[in-house]
RNA sequence: GCCCCCGUAGCUCAGGGGAUAGAGCAACUGCCUUCUAAGCAGUGGGCCACAGGUUCGAAUCCUGUCGGGGGCGCCA
């Protein structure tokens, strides 16, 4: 695309430059080009000249014109490069390079967007991965939506992706033993006996729709069940059960896992003991006070930590050393995990775990978001799991919307802290972003209806005479158009899927602006079909973008 | 005490070495006999928390201070 081929042109021009002794420095340099903000300084920019300034010993204006002087406008692409303020090449091209963009779009279709920049690479994505002791809360939802965001940004930049969810269900947790506990209590009670829930039991009324389905099937064949083993029993069922509408929720929720990964196989196949032993072999472990630690100090963590307790049962951070050497020897070559923000403490210990049992930190990025407020007339909507006033994302999703919610969600960057605004998000009007974006497409499908309704024919991008197109607002769209397959590829790499709000939005302010000023279907025939080419590339990148977000692309509004 | 994130418009936040700092919401003013006004155009609104430093150039990088949030277990 024009782009590269900008790069290629100053590449060439250094190093001629070089060859001929007007200019001195080593190595390729790195080529930047960038899309100006300001529409007057061209179509792209580059600072190179600025940025070899030091090493070349030359002033930056100097050595852009050394490029600019070499770079020949004979290639039908560069129609002119004017060297600006500090030293910037600003670089205008021939229109056609746009119309270029349309023909591409049209030949890709669904596919625009995609590269092979990430083939080869074998993505874990871990995200969500709650406690299987209620509902996925809304917090947890913005996992969901950026790590699946990040999985389709992965997938469209040619990387195997994978899905994964680590279901934290190792047996004698204390928070899964007490779930346990009061899911019998709400058993009990709904059969007729009066015990009182304790105050750090599980509140929520999703408890006695458990109990109730429990006994729907069973009826009181516990009531007389030996306590510690109906325990063991009903932590059990709580579980599933918790899993069940975990799955059903995250579904609901666009999200579908390619593996429920559970903690306690870790435990049963022997790889927690097998990844304790192995890092006991490599000489990072030590006892004291009866447990076994990790060295994490020698690998940046900033205290070591207990793999074994004293009395012998396993840490969260061995089955974590062991899960994560199993995600290696499963192939993976890329390990991403999005965690909740109580989870930053493990970064540098689960980093440690797995370089001290060989594999490379360097492979594993974890990505912290940071917490949710829920935000209802101003207000703070509070939340607490055990009290049983949180917020699910399923009821979150029927109050807003599956595509509400997702981009919400995906609105702020996974450091920022984030405010859900309820009713923003719930209305159904202009003042609603993801309206705005959704309107753009249903606006573009109703201008085609429009189209074929009046026997206008909407003409393929080959035979659409695309030189009509030459109003700014339509050059505009173009160049964002252009820019998609970058942006997905920056916003993958980058771990920012929220990029793709500020580019849907920017989209569709380009089109309604387009919309506005530039009349589609009028008396010039050619332009309207040179228009018309441009829609249906503006709709199947609108649509793209919106798939990559999970968002539906409505058709009419 | 130590660690992480944040501090940018009235509010919520983008931008994270480069040219004149942006968006949504809120406020105000225009634009529908013509393709969806869930739209467009315009106005007002900023010591980019503060103080130093690095750089040709800092909202952006470094150090410190202040303010907000979170985390620091032989819990998971």
């Keep these: 695309m024009a782009k590269e081929r900008v790069v290629q042109a100053i590449q ?35 600072n190179v000249a600025m940025a070899l300034a030091r090493e070349a010993n030359l002033p930056p204006r100097k050595i852009a014109e050394c490029i600019v002087a070499s770079i020949g406008v004979g290639d039908g692409l560069i129609d002119r490069m004017e060297v600006a303020g500090p030293g910037f090449i ?37 995200f969500v991965s709650a406690n299987p002791n209620g509902p996925i809360t809304v917090a947890s939802g913005r996992g969901g939506a950026i790590g699946d965001t990040l999985a389709r940004l992965y997938e469209l930049t040619g990387a195997q992706v994978a899905r ?15 779930f ?21 039991g599980y509140q929520g009324t999703y408890v006695n729709q458990i109990a109730k389905d429990i006994i729907a099937q069973h009826g009181d064949t516990y009531v007389s069940m030996d306590a510690e083993e109906r325990l063991t029993l009903f932590t059990r069922m709580a579980e599933d059960a918790m899993i069940a509408q975990q799955k059903a929720d995250l579904e609901e929720f666009g999200i579908v896992f390619d593996c429920w990964f559970s903690e306690r196989s870790l435990h049963d196949s022997g790889k927690v003991r097998e990844a304790v032993a192995k890092l006991d072999e490599r000489g990072f472990t030590y006892e004291k006070d009866g ?8 690998f940046g963590d900033d205290k070591d930590r207990a793999l074994v307790r004293s009395n012998g049962s396993p840490t969260y951070i061995a089955a974590d050393a062991a899960y994560h050497a199993d995600k290696f020897e499963r192939g993976f070559n890329k390990l991403i995990n999005v965690w909740g923000p109580d989870h930053h403490g493990y970064i540098a210990r689960t980093k440690a775990a797995v370089a001290a049992l060989g594999y490379r930190a360097g492979d594993v990025d974890i990505l912290i978001y940071q917490a949710v407020r829920l935000m209802s007339s101003g207000e703070v909507v509070m939340m607490s799991k055990r009290a049983g006033d949180v917020i699910s994302l399923s009821e979150l999703v029927q109050e807003v919307g599956k ?19 309820l009713e923003l998000a719930k209305s159904q009007s202009e003042e609603n972003p993801v309206y705005y974006v959704q309107y753009a497409h249903a606006r573009i499908a109703a201008l085609l209806r429009n189209a074929e309704e009046r026997g206008v024919v909407v003409p393929t991008a080959e035979d659409a005479n695309l030189s009509l197109l030459v109003d700014e607002p339509e050059l505009d769209l173009i160049k964002k158009l252009a820019d998609w397959p970058e942006e997905v590829a920056r916003a993958a790499f980058r771990h920012e899927p929220h990029r793709l709000s500020a580019f ?22 050619a332009l309207s079909g040179a228009r018309l080419a441009l829609v249906s590339a503006s709709k199947q990148v609108l649509g793209n973008l919106l798939h990559t977000m999970g968002i539906e692309a409505p058709e009419r509004m």
């Design 291 to 298: 447990a076994v630690w990790l060295r994490s100090t020698n």
């Design 403 to 421: 595509d509400a919610a997702r981009y919400f969600l995906l609105m702020r960057s996974h450091d920022s802290q984030l405010d859900f605004d």
């Design 180 to 200: 346990g506990k009061s899911l019998v209590v709400r058993y009990l009670q709904e059969l007729g006996q009066s015990i009182e829930m304790p105050e750090d």
């Design 90 to 126: 600003n670089f205008y091209l021939k229109p056609g390079w746009l119309h270029d963009v349309i023909l591409k779009i049209a030949g890709e279709g669904d596919r625009y967007g995609r590269s092979d920049a990430g083939a080869g690479t074998k993505v874990l994505l871990e």
């Design 504 to 525: 849907a939005t920017e989209l569709a302010r380009l089109f309604h602006k387009f919309y506005t000023e530039c009349r589609v279907l009028g008396d010039d025939e």
């Design 12 to 46: 060439q021009a250094l190093e001629a430059a070089r060859d001929r002794g007007e200019l001195s420095f080593s190595g390729t340099p790195e080529v930047e080009i960038e899309v100006p903000r300001n529409r007057e300084h061209g179509d792209f920019s580059s």
């Design 164 to 178: 994964e969810y680590y279901i934290n269900d190792a047996a004698n947790s204390t928070q899964m033993i007490n």
